[in-house]
C-alpha cells in the first residue's frame, strides 16, 4: 500500500476514534462538569470536580480523590498496619 494513502488513513480512524470518545463522554454525563480522576489508578471516580470534598468518600487532603476500588483497598491496608 501506498505510504501516504495508508496514513492518511490512519489519521482518519485516529480523527474518528477521538470524535467518538468525545461523544462517548458527552452522552454519558448530562453536564459538562470534569469528572474526578482516581490519584492512584486514573479511572474515573463517582465524583465530579465540583462536588464537595466533605460529602466524597476516599478522598485524601493533599492528594486528591480516589476511586472505589482504590479506596477500598487503601482502607483495608490500613486496617492492617493499624
Ligand atoms: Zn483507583
Redesign the pocket.
Known amino acids: 500500500m501506498d505510504d501516504a494513502i495508508f496514513n492518511d488513513l490512519l489519521k482518519s480512524t485516529k480523527d474518528m476514534v477521538e470524535h467518538v470518545k468525545r461523544r462517548q463522554r458527552m452522552d454519558n454525563t448530562d453536564t459538562d462538569e470534569e469528572v474526578e480522576v482516581?490519584?492512584?489508578?486514573?479511572?474515573d471516580?463517582q465524583y465530579k470536580k465540583s462536588d464537595h470534598i466533605d460529602y466524597r468518600l476516599g478522598y485524601i487532603e493533599g492528594s486528591g480523590q480516589?476511586?472505589?476500588?482504590?479506596?477500598y483497598?487503601r482502607t483495608f491496608i490500613k486496617g492492617i498496619h493499624t
Open positions: 482516581c490519584v492512584s489508578c486514573g479511572a471516580t480516589l476511586c472505589a476500588k482504590c479506596s483497598t
